[in-house]
Structures are given as C-alpha cells and as structure tokens.
C-alpha cells in the first residue's frame, strides 16, 4: 500500500486542509483502491478496518468494546470480517 491513501485519509480525518475538500466520491474511490490488489480478502486488521471506515483505530477497538461491530480474536489479535464492514457502511452510511 503506497502512504499516499494513508496520508490523505489521515488528513481527511484530521480535517488538515492539505487534502483541500476531499470529495466523497474521492474516497470511494480510494476504499476501491485499497483493497483492488487483494484477491478475496476475508479477514481484515484494526488498522485495515480503520482506513476502510474512514475512522481511527481506538476508535474501531471502541466499537469493539460497545458491540458494534463483530470481531474475532485470534490469539492476541484482532479481525474483523470484510462483509461486517460492509454491512456497518450500509447500515451507517458511512
């Protein structure tokens, strides 16, 4: 993954005007992006989940704790299903 996506969603979420105003379809796009390279990706980490719901990852272990969102531990790790976060974008419209 190059730090461009990373970077811009950062700044998204920061509200930095470095990105200038980042178009919803612009990060849609990025979403399309990001997992393009990944051939059916089932499992997804915190930080995965996090730049795919445009949220921070305290932020994803938040709705963790609050049951919005299913994972799954293996070990000491999380994930999380591609299809539960798909699902919370269109229960959410995020």
Known sequence: MDGSLERD???????????????KNEVEIKREKFFEN???????????VALYLSISENAVRIMVHRN???????GRRLRFKFIDCETLIQKRGI
């Open 9 to 23: 969603l950062f700044n998204l979420m920061a509200g930095n005007g470095t990105t200038g105003n980042i178009l």
């Open 68 to 74: 919005q969102i299913t994972s799954y531990k293996f």
């Open 38 to 48: 990944k051939i059916e990706r089932k499992w997804l980490t915190s930080k995965e």
